[in-house]
């Protein structure tokens, strides 16, 4: 809703209240419909000023309503009213005003922000475009280059670019409300003319279709199959070749098909997901946040190789005292150097000043006796991190978290080594630390909640997407990888190439398919992992390896890759060919592909024709089994959790929602479907063997992603 009061006796000031955002819901629109009639039409207001309670002008619209059947008065003929007033409108901007709410202050003659305040048009981020009138009215404010930038990615702008850029006419550091009204006061009675947007053209630019043609371009490029940054370029180029109302209409035309799309769905699911996960379930529905964090001053990172590295700077950049501890004097000094760097380019980007002193560098372990928290970033290495663990509990003050930043170890094991168990958590960062968005925090089963709960926070102040996830092999996300990488394996041995299995994800929208990801990463981390899960056979390139192992199908292609030296990138070599190690262009490699010929003959392999459609359903279908399967042992709370990991971890397209949404977008009975013809041609893979979980939730009738929670719990409460 909005409430109407009179002060300095002539401004009429509307307050959104809709907390926490003051979206435009329903019952807010009705608001400002009725307090800007009842200020237009009262003779002692001579000037108006909307503003948000609780330092937030807008966030928008109510994005919740957007399943559902609109009611309440539409934002469009609102904003016109208000740009048509015979009164000054003045939007005072605290906080955010961002999609519907900088439409709402666009339709405003004029805009005061704080010196805090962030502005922005994010639609395209939920699958849309800003149709209030916003693509059409911003290029007229701020010409078509800058409205492009701004649309097209959805960025948020501070108030002193909005200032800088004429989105605001003045920014203040004093009570955002008091300066509105003071300047609203000024400008009483003024002619309004100049100041309604929709009633100029676009600022004159030259060479529009080249400038039109070349951002189309590169928008196609970065949105990787995503159709709402390409439909803002459409909308803009609208405002700036059509008059206003014409302009309007294909702003509309262009939403009525984002606002149905799949993808507004998949996006305007991750945006609600990534909030659930912040507030991280147990998988029976309990909740943790109710544990109170610990407060943290002081940090300490143990191992100073490339996570140990990015996860210093992480920990200084938010703000905390760091100990770097690496026991060998010529690493340490690499480290520090390295770490240095980081951090000045960070602060450079920022603006700010580099935070060189809140690190200091050890190469004993004592340095480490006062912090309030450690995380342990040795080599992947179960008796290592055992003895580093036992070192920390014998060092440590009490009460100190332990946490291992480990991507497969048992974190349990880790914790038994400790005389508190209850105080040892992992934080599995993705590389490089300080950059990747996302963090798996993990708990074992003697984790306490208030554990969990600082490394939750941790991670939120680091800016990272944490998820609390079980204890199990892999965890979340490289468990699910496992599947889909064995799967591109198969398909290679089938008669597939990695440049074909690559370019089937690639179009599906994923960063990087497959292969060139395994390049980039080292084909040598999982030729380690298989060797220590006694997989990899001696004699291997001889040619005389089996392909079942363990009792089940096993590519041994990538240990023979390894054999070679063809660890990817770094070697020059992998399952492409780098002009020079550490070069990221791939080129295809017809070593490669003689190489592919001769282990098929082998092995007595016909290679036969695979399409794009394959690859995309043994590949992602069997990572989406196991995500099931992740569901069912109640390693992940929710399908949002898998997702978001996926999305902000693993390059999966945020426009598909994760794998768990994609799934029911497809619809689970046919996921089933396909599992089982794979596992009748395949019967020797047992992750294509559905899960019970899928199987149980088809037989239920498939309910919608939001209703699996209730679902696994009712199967699981029938055991
Ligand atoms: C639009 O405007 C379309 C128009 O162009 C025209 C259409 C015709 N609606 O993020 P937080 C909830 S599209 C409903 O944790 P923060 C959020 O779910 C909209 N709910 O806080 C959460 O709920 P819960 C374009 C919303 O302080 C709670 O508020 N606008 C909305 O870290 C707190 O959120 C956007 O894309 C909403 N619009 O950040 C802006 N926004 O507590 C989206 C938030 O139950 N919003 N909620 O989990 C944001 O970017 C951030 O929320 C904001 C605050 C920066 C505002």
């Not at 055992?386 to 920390?392: C, E, G, I, N, S």
């Not at 190489?595 to 016909?606: E, W």
């Not at 009748?680 to 992603?705: C, D, M, T």
Request: glycine share 10%.
């Amino acid at each position: 809703m909005a409430e109407y009061n009179l002060v300095s006796e002539c401004v009429g000031l509307i307050t959104l209240r809709n907390p926490p955002v003051n979206a435009l819901s329903a019952a807010v629109r009705q608001g400002i419909v009725d307090t800007v009639q009842r200020a237009l039409s009262d003779p002692n207001v001579k000037s108006v000023v909307i503003c948000g309670q609780n330092g937030i002008f807008c966030g928008g619209a109510d994005i919740k309503e957007f399943g559902s059947k609109m009611t309440g008065p539409p934002l469009i003929p609102m904003f016109h009213a208000i740009e048509s007033a015979n009164k000054p409108v003045v939007a005072a901007i605290e906080g955010s005003a961002l999609g519907g709410g900088l439409e709402l202050a666009l339709g405003c003659h004029y805009r005061i922000a704080h010196s805090k305040a962030r502005l922005g048009l994010p639609e395209v981020t939920l699958g849309l475009l800003p149709a209030a009138g916003g693509s059409q009215r911003l290029p007229r404010l701020i010409g078509v280059p800058a409205a492009l930038s701004l649309i097209t990615t959805g960025r948020h702008v501070t108030a002193a670019e909005a200032l800088q850029l004429g989105i605001v006419d003045q920014v203040t550091d004093h009570n955002t409300v008091d300066a509105a009204v003071k300047f609203a006061l000024s400008v009483a009675g003024r002619s309004l003319g100049p100041r309604r947007i929709s009633a100029h053209p676009c600022p004159q630019q030259p060479d529009l279709d080249a400038l039109f043609e070349e951002v189309m371009q590169k928008v196609r490029q970065s949105a990787r199959g995503a159709i709402a940054p390409i439909a803002c370029v459409q909308a803009v180029r609208a405002a700036a070749t059509l008059p206003y109302a014409q302009g309007m209409e294909r702003e509309r035309e262009l939403m009525a098909t984002l606002f149905t799309s799949g993808q507004a769905r998949a996006l305007q699911y991750c945006f609600f997901a990534e909030r659930a996960v912040g507030r991280w379930r147990m998988p029976s529905g309990a909740r943790w946040d109710t544990s109170k964090p610990r407060p943290l001053h002081k940090a300490a990172v143990i191992g100073l190789g490339i996570m140990g590295r990015g996860i210093t700077v992480a920990l200084a950049q938010t703000g905390l005292s760091v100990i770097a501890v690496e026991t060998q004097e010529k690493q340490l000094m690499e480290a520090k150097q390295a770490i240095s760097g980081m951090l000045e380019r960070g602060a450079k980007r920022r603006g700010v000043a580099p935070a060189l002193d809140r690190v200091i560098y050890s190469q004993n372990i004592q340095a480490v006796a006062d912090v309030d928290l450690v995380i342990e970033a040795v080599f992947e290495d179960i008796a290592l991190k055992t003895k580093v663990f036992q070192q920390l509990s014998a060092v440590c003050k009490p009460g100190t978290l332990l946490c291992t930043n480990t991507s497969a170890l048992d974190v349990d094991q880790l914790a038994s080594e400790t005389p508190n168990p209850e105080l040892v958590v992992g934080m599995h960062f993705f590389a490089p630390a300080h950059v990747m968005k996302l963090l798996e925090v993990v708990y074992g089963p003697r984790s306490s909640p208030q554990a969990v709960a600082t490394a939750m926070q941790l991670g939120k102040k680091m800016g990272k997407a944490s998820v609390a996830v079980g204890n199990c092999r892999g965890f979340v996300g490289n468990r699910m990888l496992k599947p889909y990488i064995e799967e591109a394996f198969f398909l290679l041995e089938e008669g597939a190439t990695p440049e074909l299995v690559d370019q089937a994800l690639e179009e599906f929208g994923f960063a990087m398919g497959v292969f060139r990801m395994s390049d980039l990463s080292g084909l040598d981390v999982g030729w380690r992992i298989r060797k220590g899960e006694g997989l990899v056979e001696p004699g291997t390139a001889s040619g005389r390896s089996t392909r079942i192992r363990q009792g089940r199908r096993y590519s041994p292609l990538g240990d023979l890759l390894c054999e070679e030296g063809r660890f990817g990138q770094k070697t020059g070599r992998g399952w492409y060919q780098y002009d020079k190690p550490g070069s990221r262009v791939a080129r295809s490699d017809p070593w490669l592909h003689s190489f592919l010929g001769a282990y098929r003959a082998q092995h007595g392999l016909v290679a036969r024709r695979i399409d794009h459609q394959e690859v995309l359903e043994r590949c992602l279908y069997a990572l989406i089994n196991e995500g099931f399967h992740i569901l069912d042992d109640g390693i992940a709370a929710g399908p949002e959790d898998i997702d978001v990991i996926y999305v902000s971890g693993y390059g999966w397209p945020r426009h598909r929602g994760g794998p768990m949404f994609y799934a029911n977008m497809v619809g689970l009975a046919k996921v089933l479907e396909r599992l089982e013809h794979y596992q009748q041609l395949h019967p020797e893979v047992p992750h294509l063997q559905p899960s019970s979980l899928l199987r149980k939730l088809v037989a239920s009738g498939s309910p919608p992603i939001h209703k699996w929670g209730e679902a696994i719990k009712k199967l699981h409460s029938q055991l």
